[in-house]
Nanobody, 124 residues
């Protein structure tokens, strides 16, 4: 069983930055592919970013490319999402997700484990 705990959300003005963290339990974190998803009110959950088990490959949805950066520290069992130049349309609950088989995907159904989410609100 893998437990994921997100932190770092909050209220920020447009143009500001936040850094989300997702701490994972489990001794084999370094073998997991990790993803970040978000869900805004009244909308479906959408893919934001993903990172391979080694950190060598990263993927982003088009709307966040150049503004968000996903990274991981396998020694700390933690994955991060650095969010810069935030926009009001980035407002959502952000979730991290883990695939213990190490395969990256933008499809939410691919991931076996999910955190509880952290709220990000960007004011205009």
């Amino acid at each position: 069983q893998v437990q994921l705990v997100e932190s770092g959300g909050g209220l920020v003005q447009a143009g500001g930055s936040l850094r989300l963290s997702c701490a994972a339990s489990g001794r084999t974190f370094s073998s997991y592919a990790m993803g970040w998803f978000r869900q805004a009110p009244g909308k479906e959950r959408e893919f934001v970013a993903a990172i391979s088990w080694s950190g060598g490959n990263t993927y982003y949805t088009d709307s966040v490319k150049g503004r968000f950066t996903i990274s991981r520290d396998n020694a700390k069992n933690t994955v991060y999402l650095q969010m810069n130049s935030l926009k009001p349309e980035d407002t959502a609950v952000y979730y991290c997700a883990a695939d213990p088989y190490g395969k990256v995907s933008s499809w939410s159904g691919h991931y076996d484990y999910w955190g509880q989410g952290t709220q990000v609100t960007v004011s205009s």
